[in-house]
């Protein structure tokens, strides 16, 4: 202590000492605490020590559970049926095209369809940083100058010097090919020989989509919602370039037969002039009532106007349409490898074996040009998700390697010990 410890009979010295006796006496309760003992780094520990009767029992029993686990993650992965076929070179000059794959086995719905990109590099550095989230979850942007989106450079503004809507090179970039299923189903069974069956494709964002995006992270501008004095056009479509809704429209035309006598023909939203405040033209998507109850839209076909009449359907799609559609958000999910597959679409419909399933496509999506490749892939789904052989053999490798160690310690310490360990009349008499 830094204080003269006080004469038993001094003045003070009596109260001094009861203190010190009842001092040690109030910080037991205290010192007996666990929080106590852990700040002051006296909890009690157990360091083992590794001896080889418990290592080479470690070994042996870890690479047995890792065999095993490896074992049973292969079984189930390869219990998924999956189908694939690269089309990037199947396209004729028009962009449409065709392509066939056969059904071996019995394949059960749920049935997955996704589209696979080779050479696309999404997780580059300027790619991923070319977006603007804050634009896409904002249901009001006060923002139409494209000065106010520097996070989306180098594609902020289009043409005509209107901001984009979306913004950015993630999502100028979406995959918009179009397919249409076509099954033909084997002889002795029902539809006959020969007979085609366009199959309904479930592609709503609540169904290929994860929840999280769908939740809130996207939310639609009224296209027909006024914009501020300061906005090139009246409307947010004359002020903003929304290009996403000629792509994904509210009200789209299907196809409701395709065979030879009726080939695939899939029909476009048109487009119509409007005029900016400052006497420009520009083309917009030819709609209408977009977050009303019935919206409308005029279609083309082949460069034509079309009524979407005949064997064409049209079909409204009240929360699946601009940013909201469930293409554009699993798009907008980034891929952390330059090969990467997204899911397009789910079938109900069980494919039997020996059937043939006839994809016909519109190529819109270009992939030469950075000596890419395209495929559609069919397939099953198991309890651990897609196909993935990967991670069973990476188990078993483990597992293997975790046996070869453990027999290799169990042969060493068995057969090829001089001495027995821990025997201290080897140590050195210094050490003893």
């Not at 964002?205 to 639609?220: K, L, M, Q, S």
């Not at 977050?291 to 279609?299: I, K, Q, T, V």
Request: aromatic share 10%; charged share 25%; glycine share 10%.
């Amino acid at each position: 202590p830094f204080w003269p410890k006080l004469r038993p009979g001094a003045p003070g010295a009596a109260g001094a000492e009861r203190m010190d006796a009842k001092e040690p006496r109030a910080r037991e309760p205290q010192q007996r605490t666990l929080w106590h003992q852990f700040t002051q780094q006296r909890l009690r520990a157990w360091k083992p020590v590794l001896a080889p009767c418990w290592i080479i029992p470690l070994y042996i029993v870890g690479g047995l559970a890792f065999l095993c686990l490896g074992v049973g993650l292969l079984l189930a992965s390869q219990q998924v049926l999956e189908h694939s076929r690269d089309y990037t070179e199947l396209a004729d000059p028009t962009g449409l095209g065709n392509f066939s794959i056969r059904i071996t086995k019995d394949m059960r719905p749920p049935i997955w369809i996704y589209y696979q990109l080779d050479g696309f590099h999404q997780n580059h550095r300027r790619y991923v940083q070319s977006r603007d989230d804050g634009q896409l979850r904002d249901d009001s942007p006060r923002r139409y100058a494209p000065s106010a989106l520097p996070k989306c450079r180098p594609s902020v503004a289009g043409e005509d010097g209107r901001a984009r809507y979306p913004c950015g090179l993630v999502a100028r970039s979406v995959f918009n090919d179009t397919f249409a299923l076509v099954l033909l189903r084997p002889a002795g069974r029902s539809g006959g020989p020969g007979r085609g069956e366009l199959l309904s494709v479930d592609s709503s964002a609540r169904t290929i989509a994860w929840p999280a995006d769908v939740g809130g992270r996207f939310r639609n501008l009224d296209p027909e919602a006024p914009a501020p004095p300061e906005a090139p056009g009246g409307s947010s479509a004359l002020a903003l370039d929304m290009w996403a809704l000629e792509l994904f429209p509210p009200v789209v035309c299907e196809q409701t037969e395709v065979s030879p006598a009726r080939p695939y023909a899939p029909a476009a939203v048109a487009r119509r002039n409007e005029t900016l405040r400052d006497g420009r033209t520009v083309e917009v998507a030819d709609c209408r009532g977009y977050a009303g109850e019935s919206p409308s839209c005029n279609f083309v076909r082949e460069g034509a106007p079309f009524n979407c009449t005949g064997h064409y359907r049209e079909r409204v799609r009240r929360s699946d349409w601009g940013i909201e559609n469930g293409h554009f958000i699993v798009w907008m999910r980034i891929a952390g490898l330059p090969s990467f597959r997204k899911l397009w679409g789910k079938l109900d419909t069980p494919l039997p074996a020996g059937s043939v399933l006839r994809v016909h496509f519109k190529d819109n999506f270009p992939v030469r040009e950075f000596a890419g490749r395209k495929a559609l892939v069919v397939s099953t789904s198991s309890s651990l998700g897609g196909r993935n052989d990967f991670l069973g053999w990476g188990y078993i490798v483990v597992g293997s390697c975790c046996l070869i160690f453990g027999v290799v310690f169990l042969w060493k310490y068995s057969v090829c010990r001089s001495r027995p360990l821990g025997d201290p009349t080897l140590l050195a008499p210094a050490e003893r």
